[in-house]
């Protein structure tokens, strides 16, 4: 059994890690990090640097890192990667690549499908969009829990992370998002074949 | 002198113990895991040699008996056993202490293996011809009686040095509110803090409150002085000045001080007390997260002050506490709850714990993660 751990930036983020892992067949092990983007950027090196026994799956979102795009990332952060350190770009945040399965996510959030953006990855700012489509939710549960309460200035409503990963865990079809993602689509194919080298 | 490994067997939900202790460990697991218990070896160590003390109250008053102490896990082999190896440094000594015991028919706690060894040199070992012919003996550590420890001694007095605390404010601040162990000395949860405070040497006590109140003002900086005096009836308070705008600063007992000031202080009051090894129970409690990533500091920042070598084991859940590069992988152990019981684990003997480490990563970036709860998403309610 080939186990992998996980460096993610939080909890939807680990639950995405975790669910992809397991599809490619790899065994989750421990999950790290959840402490934001500074805390991988910080990181990162030594993490990498300890990858050499074991397989490592890092992912952060590509708008919290304030660049452009992923091999700039990649660049930056990680000139040396270890070959165990997979370390993938969400393009360009963890919920473009929820939003990416578009069938699924309007039948958790309760919405018509023709709600749900096409081109998930040139969003500008994917979590209030999917939070703007959550406020149109039939469901009051739904409106009042993802959305944050009318009068204050919290950028989430207060289960939205649980529910989330909720929706991550249970409904979440990786098949149909990847289609509309290409930054999932090649972290799959990756993940496939860091699987094939085991 | 120093704890420097301990082994047990079946105590409690651990099913076999063997780890190496330095003379600071941080202990770290989920809940439930068994940090209090394993922190509690040490305490029936102290409890079979203080006076008022040994084997029975130990197991039967104070643990609820051998089968409420022994492992759910233990199959074949029942006996609970408890080895510790303890190094003193200053005398280049090297003492074991091995208790088993099991029960009697009377369930009543029994030993069956008893051996006490100085420099590998056997200085006990029971059962022995008396033990055979009069088996009553075999009710009692050699530990507990002065006759039968005179060539050990110095491990009876290290054991009777071990002190346990985990200070409660509300305890703190009405002990009557609380009711009483039975035995009013060296109560861990503070119900006579204030009095052991009182009783101490007058020269002592304003020393100790002196660099304490110094050392406190950093966290409270409105607190202007700290003194301990008896109210009319006797009892103890203690009393802090804090400066506000008017001109005389105003006077608090402990019924007004915050939950973190009452610990701080407790915490800070413990390290000045005693030199045996110390048990602290979550000492992050209450305090404020800069304090809490700076405990290690103030704890070995006392020690030193008092010129004090003396072994502290924490247990904590505080990722703060363990955020910094001067905590070693052999200062840690992380509890990892199993189907067989708990496991204690050390970084020392996980390979990729220590890659991680030696790559620049701290405990808290290492350990605490691999100590979380598994499944928390199960905490997650389904609405």
């Not at chain 1, 799956?57 to 795009?69: E, N």
């Not at chain 1, 999917?130 to 009068?151: C, N, V, W």
């Amino acid at each position: 059994m080939a186990f992998i751990n996980f460096l993610v930036e939080g909890r939807i983020d680990e639950a995405v890690a975790i669910k992809l892992a397991s599809s490619a067949g790899f065994e989750p092990g421990t999950c790290f990090g959840k402490k934001g983007m500074s805390y991988i950027k910080k990181k990162i090196t030594g993490f990498n640097l300890s990858a050499q026994g074991s397989l490592f799956f890092a992912l952060v979102d590509l708008m919290d890192t304030s660049l452009t795009c992923p091999a700039e990332v990649l660049s930056q952060w990680l000139p040396h990667r270890n070959p165990n350190m997979m370390f993938r770009v969400v393009v360009k945040e963890i919920e473009s690549w929820l939003l990416a399965d578009r069938q699924g996510i309007a039948e958790f959030l309760h919405v018509n499908s023709a709600f749900i953006p096409h081109a998930v990855e040139t969003l500008d700012d994917p979590k209030q969009t999917l939070i703007q489509i959550a406020r149109r939710s039939r469901r009051k549960f739904i409106r009042e829990t993802l959305a944050p309460a009318a009068g204050t200035t919290a950028r989430e409503g207060i289960l939205y992370n649980d529910e989330m990963t909720r929706f991550v865990q249970d409904h979440w079809n990786t098949e149909e998002a990847r289609l509309n993602s290409p930054s999932l689509d090649q972290c799959i194919i990756r993940l496939n074949e860091l699987k094939g080298k085991q | 002198m120093q704890i420097s490994r301990l082994q047990a067997k079946n105590w409690k939900n651990f099913r076999k113990v063997d780890v190496n202790l330095s003379y600071r460990l941080f202990l770290v697991g989920p809940n439930a895991s068994g940090k209090s218990n394993f922190l509690d070896i040490f305490r029936f160590l102290r409890d079979l040699c203080v006076s008022g003390g040994g084997l029975q109250q130990a197991v039967d008053v104070r643990r609820g008996g051998v089968s409420a102490l022994r492992c759910l896990a233990a199959r074949k082999d029942p006996d609970i056993t408890v080895d510790v190896e303890i190094k003193d440094d200053r005398n280049d000594e090297t003492w074991t202490y091995h208790l088993s015991f099991s029960q009697d028919r009377n369930r009543k706690p029994i030993i069956r293996k008893e051996v006490v060894t100085r420099n590998g040199k056997t200085l006990l070992s029971r059962p022995d011809d008396a033990d055979k012919k009069d088996a009553l003996r075999l009710t009692e550590t050699a530990l507990e009686q002065t006759v039968a420890n005179k060539d050990f001694r110095p491990v009876v007095q290290f054991f009777q040095s071990v002190s346990y605390r985990h200070l409660i404010p509300q305890a703190m601040r009405d002990p009557q509110d609380f009711s009483s162990s039975g035995k009013n000395e060296d109560d861990p949860f503070g119900r006579d803090f204030l009095q052991r405070v009182e009783n101490t040497l007058e020269r002592t006590k304003n020393s100790r409150l002196n660099k304490i109140q110094a050392a406190m003002k950093v966290a409270v900086p409105q607190l202007e002085k700290l003194e301990v005096s008896r109210d009319n009836y006797g009892v103890p308070h203690l009393i802090g000045s804090y400066s506000h705008w008017r001109p005389n600063a105003s006077k608090q007992t402990e019924a007004q001080f915050s939950d973190g000031t009452l610990r701080l202080f407790g915490l800070l009051w413990t390290l000045f007390e005693g030199n045996g090894p110390l048990l602290l129970e979550e000492p992050e409690l209450s305090l404020h997260s800069e304090i809490v990533s700076h405990l290690p500091q103030i704890i070995e920042k006392v020690l030193r002050l008092r010129g004090v070598r003396r072994q502290v084991l924490i247990s904590t859940h505080a990722a703060d506490m363990l955020d910094q590069d001067s905590i070693g992988p052999e200062e840690v152990l992380w509890l990892e709850p199993s189907a067989e019981g708990t496991l204690v684990k050390s970084p020392l003997k996980d390979k990729e714990a220590l890659l991680q480490l030696k790559a620049g990563l701290t405990v808290a970036d290492v350990v605490m993660p691999k100590s979380s709860p598994k499944n928390i998403d199960q905490l997650v309610l389904n609405l």
